[in-house]
């Protein structure tokens, strides 16, 4: 990407994150977001098809930003929940008015698209987190089960806190929350087998 597109791109950024914080992506129109990022709507549709999909992309890229756990350590996954929080809370208008108000279903889709990627990611260097389940599905088609559970959860935590006005202080004690709501197995050790071990 050439500097002149670079800068578009950027202001493009800067007017769909400021008019979204004000009212829902939904109600925003091409030539209102062109217009405050100081480009045509040639330009506009040049970087994207429409104002959701504009913000979508923004968010996206930011969230995908977001180092996902490495070692399977608790403290990792509280690590990324909680730039995740942050993430959000940065954004907050624009999260409560698609994750709370139900205004633009896109948003919530793009949240939880990111999260389960990123704990698809997790588990694929990870195989032996996912636990064996007895009489459960193939290991393939239970990675997609757990990973789609987890990211639904995580998102409907995030929907729960900002209905109830949570702020950036919570987000500590929230990211713990939402880690200890997991499957333990993601990050705690196997129970040893063989000699000696327990049943």
Do not use: K
């Not at 995908?64 to 990792?76: A, T």
């Amino acid at each position: 990407m050439d500097p002149r597109q670079r800068r578009t791109r950027a202001s493009l950024r800067a007017a769909i994150l400021e008019l979204a914080g004000q009212r829902p992506v939904g109600e925003l129109t091409v030539a209102e977001v062109a217009r405050a990022a100081g480009v045509t709507r040639d330009t506009f549709y040049r970087h994207t098809t429409s104002p959701t999909e504009l913000l979508a992309g923004v968010l996206e890229e930011e969230l995908r930003r977001i180092e996902p756990p490495q070692h399977g350590e608790p403290d990792e996954f509280v690590r990324a929940e909680t730039q995740l929080l942050h993430h959000v809370v940065d954004h907050r208008a624009i999260y409560r008015a698609a994750l709370v108000d139900g205004a633009d279903g896109r948003l919530r889709e793009v949240l939880h698209t990111v999260i389960a990627a990123r704990l698809d990611e997790y588990l694929r260097a990870n195989p032996q987190a996912a636990p064996a389940i007895p009489g459960g599905l193939p290991a393939t088609d239970a990675r997609a089960v757990l990973v789609a559970y987890s990211a639904a959860g995580t998102v409907g935590a995030i929907s729960a806190w900002l209905r109830a006005d949570g702020d950036r202080a919570d987000i500590p004690a929230l990211a713990r929350t939402i880690v200890a709501g997991g499957p333990p197995a993601w990050y705690e050790p196997p129970a040893p087998t063989g000699q000696g071990a327990h049943p």
